[in-house]
T-cell receptor
Framework: NAGVTQTPKFRILKIGQSMTLQCTQD?????MYWYRQDPGMGLKLIYY???????DKGEVPNGYNVSRSTTEDFPLRLELAAPSQTSVYFC???????????FGPGTRLLVL | DAKTTQPTSMDCAEGRAANLPCNHS???????VYWYRQIHSQGPQYIIH???NNETNEMASLIITEDRKSSTLILPHATLRDTAVYYC????????????FGGGTRLMVKP
């Protein structure tokens, strides 16, 4: 199994641009999550999904959108990039919400 | 949600045991204690979790006090590759709950 994969690894955006961060897992996990991590800080939950077609907001959802059309994929959309969205984004998945979360390698995003 | 308190940083000599404390004095009965670590620039990695009994796996041991108000993660023989930020997380055991990462403890294993 590849586990949780994320693309791209690194991206520079201009203010106001949009982009989609991709996340795929091959472990048939029901739950998927998006976190952001600012320098020197812990992770904050942006959005999560408990299964295909179901998503919900986390702690810091503003400025982001998600969709979950399949079990495997959970893309994160930034519509109007802002410098405050400069961060490292981690995707994670788990079979149940009480189970261990497995994290991807992260996407580093710089908004200038 | 219960919150956790961890030291900001710790050092450990290579080959010695690393004991990382965590205080979670407001933990409630159905909340688990989870430990994750994050090696520089990588995604967090699960280490171990427990409810009230001590737990051990191939990576570490978790010692939870009888009153469950604190716990200690033990890396029995720390190596340089164990240098990372270690997060102690208390997690409610109900649907929709998520991991809440605090600041963690930055463990530096030194030769």
């Amino acid at each position: 199994n590849a586990g949780v994969t994320q693309t791209p690894k690194f991206r520079i955006l201009k203010i106001g641009q949009s982009m989609t961060l991709q996340c795929t897992q091959d472990m048939n996990h029901n739950y998927m999550y998006w976190y952001r991590q600012d320098p020197g800080m812990g992770l904050k939950l942006i959005y999560y999904s408990v299964g295909a077609g179901i998503t919900d907001k986390g702690e810091v959802p503003n400025g982001y959108n998600v969709s979950r059309s399949t079990t495997e994929d959970f893309p994160l959309r930034l519509e109007l990039a802002a410098p405050s969205q400069t961060s490292v984004y981690f995707c994670a998945s788990s079979y149940h919400n009480q189970e261990t979360q497995y994290f991807g390698p992260g996407t580093r995003l710089l908004v200038l | 949600d219960a919150k956790t308190t961890q030291p900001t940083s710790m050092d450990c000599a290579e080959g010695r045991a690393a004991n990382l404390p965590c205080n979670h004095s407001t933990i409630s009965g159905n909340e688990y204690v989870y430990w994750y670590r994050q090696i520089h620039s990588q995604g967090p990695q699960y280490i171990i979790h427990g409810l009230k009994n001590n737990e051990t796996n191939e990576m570490a041991s978790l010692i939870i006090t009888e009153d469950r108000k604190s716990s200690t993660l033990i890396l029995p023989h720390a190596t340089l590759r164990d240098t990372a930020v270690y997060y102690c997380i208390v997690r409610p055991n109900n649907a929709g709950n998520m991991l809440t990462f605090g600041g963690g403890t930055r463990l530096m294993v030194k030769p």
